[in-house]
Nanobody, 121 residues
Framework: QVQLVESGGGLAQAGGSLRLSCAAS????????MGWYRQAPGKQRELVAD???????NYVDSVKGRFTISRDNAKNTVYLQMNSLKPEDTAVYLC???????????????WGHGTQVTVSS
Protein backbone atom coordinates (compact mmCIF):
# COMPACT_ATOMS: atom_id res chain seq x y z
CA GLN A 1 0.00 0.00 0.00
CA VAL A 2 1.36 3.38 -1.05
CA GLN A 3 0.01 6.61 0.38
CA LEU A 4 0.61 10.35 0.56
CA VAL A 5 0.02 12.28 3.76
CA GLU A 6 -0.08 16.08 3.78
CA SER A 7 0.53 18.38 6.72
CA GLY A 8 1.03 22.05 7.39
CA GLY A 9 -2.21 23.64 6.30
CA GLY A 10 -4.14 26.08 8.44
CA LEU A 11 -5.14 29.68 8.79
CA ALA A 12 -2.92 32.60 7.79
CA GLN A 13 -3.39 36.31 7.35
CA ALA A 14 -2.89 37.96 4.00
CA GLY A 15 0.81 38.54 3.49
CA GLY A 16 1.70 35.65 5.76
CA SER A 17 3.35 32.31 5.10
CA LEU A 18 2.62 28.63 5.42
CA ARG A 19 4.65 25.55 4.57
CA LEU A 20 3.01 22.37 3.37
CA SER A 21 4.65 18.96 3.51
CA CYS A 22 3.67 15.72 1.85
CA ALA A 23 5.33 12.44 2.69
CA ALA A 24 5.01 9.30 0.62
CA SER A 25 5.10 6.01 2.46
CA UNK A 26 4.45 2.33 1.96
CA UNK A 27 5.80 -0.17 -0.54
CA UNK A 28 7.35 2.43 -2.83
CA UNK A 29 9.63 1.26 -5.61
CA UNK A 30 10.24 4.63 -7.26
CA UNK A 31 8.86 8.19 -7.32
CA UNK A 32 8.72 10.30 -10.45
CA UNK A 33 7.17 13.78 -10.49
CA MET A 34 5.56 15.24 -7.38
CA GLY A 35 3.30 18.24 -7.14
CA TRP A 36 0.65 20.27 -5.42
CA TYR A 37 -2.84 20.99 -6.69
CA ARG A 38 -5.56 23.08 -5.12
CA GLN A 39 -9.32 23.21 -5.29
CA ALA A 40 -11.41 26.11 -4.06
CA PRO A 41 -15.19 25.83 -3.55
CA GLY A 42 -17.00 25.99 -6.88
CA LYS A 43 -13.77 25.94 -8.87
CA GLN A 44 -11.90 23.32 -10.81
CA ARG A 45 -8.83 21.67 -9.39
CA GLU A 46 -5.71 23.39 -10.65
CA LEU A 47 -2.03 22.56 -10.67
CA VAL A 48 -0.15 24.90 -8.33
CA ALA A 49 3.37 23.58 -8.82
CA ASP A 50 5.23 20.41 -9.67
CA UNK A 51 8.79 19.18 -9.54
CA UNK A 52 10.66 16.44 -11.37
CA UNK A 53 13.08 13.98 -9.83
CA UNK A 54 15.89 16.16 -11.10
CA UNK A 55 14.47 19.27 -9.50
CA UNK A 56 12.94 21.03 -12.49
CA UNK A 57 9.93 23.06 -11.36
CA ASN A 58 6.78 24.44 -12.88
CA TYR A 59 4.33 26.94 -11.37
CA VAL A 60 0.94 28.33 -12.21
CA ASP A 61 1.31 32.04 -13.05
CA SER A 62 -0.70 33.21 -10.05
CA VAL A 63 1.85 31.86 -7.55
CA LYS A 64 5.12 32.59 -9.35
CA GLY A 65 7.47 34.55 -7.14
CA ARG A 66 5.46 33.71 -4.00
CA PHE A 67 5.45 29.90 -3.75
CA THR A 68 8.42 27.54 -3.87
CA ILE A 69 8.19 23.79 -4.37
CA SER A 70 11.01 21.52 -3.29
CA ARG A 71 11.56 17.86 -2.56
CA ASP A 72 13.76 15.64 -0.44
CA ASN A 73 14.18 12.42 -2.39
CA ALA A 74 15.81 10.66 0.56
CA LYS A 75 12.70 11.32 2.64
CA ASN A 76 10.17 10.81 -0.19
CA THR A 77 8.77 14.22 0.72
CA VAL A 78 7.66 17.25 -1.24
CA TYR A 79 7.22 20.71 0.23
CA LEU A 80 5.39 23.87 -0.75
CA GLN A 81 6.59 27.09 0.84
CA MET A 82 3.87 29.69 0.43
CA ASN A 83 4.77 33.33 1.06
CA SER A 84 2.87 36.57 0.55
CA LEU A 85 -0.38 34.66 0.82
CA LYS A 86 -3.54 36.17 -0.61
CA PRO A 87 -7.20 35.43 0.19
CA GLU A 88 -7.53 33.92 -3.29
CA ASP A 89 -5.03 31.24 -2.27
CA THR A 90 -7.70 29.80 0.02
CA ALA A 91 -8.37 26.22 -1.05
CA VAL A 92 -7.84 22.58 -0.23
CA TYR A 93 -4.30 21.72 -1.27
CA LEU A 94 -3.71 18.20 -2.51
CA CYS A 95 -0.43 16.42 -2.93
CA UNK A 96 0.12 14.34 -6.05
CA UNK A 97 2.91 11.95 -6.98
CA UNK A 98 3.59 9.58 -9.83
CA UNK A 99 4.95 6.47 -8.17
CA UNK A 100 5.49 2.81 -8.74
CA UNK A 101 5.02 0.30 -5.97
CA UNK A 102 7.13 -2.73 -5.25
CA UNK A 103 4.11 -4.86 -6.12
CA UNK A 104 3.35 -3.71 -9.66
CA UNK A 105 6.30 -1.56 -10.82
CA UNK A 106 3.85 0.43 -12.98
CA UNK A 107 3.69 4.22 -12.80
CA UNK A 108 0.48 5.38 -11.19
CA UNK A 109 -0.99 8.68 -9.98
CA UNK A 110 -1.41 8.90 -6.22
CA TRP A 111 -3.24 11.60 -4.27
CA GLY A 112 -3.27 12.73 -0.70
CA HIS A 113 -6.49 13.55 1.12
CA GLY A 114 -5.80 17.28 1.09
CA THR A 115 -5.10 19.96 3.64
CA GLN A 116 -7.11 23.16 4.06
CA VAL A 117 -5.40 26.51 3.60
CA THR A 118 -7.42 29.57 4.58
CA VAL A 119 -6.09 33.09 4.09
CA SER A 120 -7.93 35.93 5.79
CA SER A 121 -7.84 39.50 4.53
Amino acid sequence: QVQLVESGGGLAQAGGSLRLSCAASGSIFSINAMGWYRQAPGKQRELVADITVGGNTNYVDSVKGRFTISRDNAKNTVYLQMNSLKPEDTAVYLCNAVMSSSGSFRWKDYWGHGTQVTVSS
